[in-house]
């Protein structure tokens, strides 16, 4: 079992800069591929971002390549969202997800994804 606390999200201006984190608890925290996907109001969740168990590979929805940035520290069992330049259409609930065993291609479906976090409000005021 892998328990995932999202933290860091709040109200900022567009043009700014925030940093989401996801806690994991549990000592296989480096076993999983870690992403984040978001949910605005009234749309489905979407993928934005996810990295593999030892941080080596990274993949990007592709609207968001340069600006967001995902990163994992395994020795604090936490995984990063570096979001810069945002913009009020990044207003959402960003959630994080853990996969024991991602299919490579499969990155970006919801359904690879064994547990998610309950997620962190990020609004972007124009």
């Known amino acids: 079992q892998v328990q995932l606390v999202e933290s860091g999200g709040g109200l900022v201006q567009a043009g700014g800069s925030l940093r989401l984190s996801c806690a994991a608890s549990?000592?296989?925290?480096?076993?999983?591929?870690m992403a984040w996907f978001r949910q605005a109001p009234g749309e489905e969740r979407e993928f934005v971002a996810t990295?593999?168990?030892?941080?080596?590979?990274?993949y990007y929805a592709d609207s968001l390549k340069g600006r967001f940035t995902i990163s994992r520290d395994n020795a604090k069992n936490t995984v990063y969202l570096e979001m810069n330049s945002l913009k009020p259409e990044d207003t959402a609930v960003y959630y994080c997800a853990a996969a024991r065993d991602l299919i490579a291609g499969n990155y970006y479906r919801l359904g690879s994804y064994d547990y998610w976090g309950q997620g962190t409000q990020v609004t972007v005021s124009s």
């Open positions: 549990g000592r296989t925290f480096r076993r999983y591929a």
């Open positions: 990295i593999s168990w030892n941080g080596g590979s990274t």
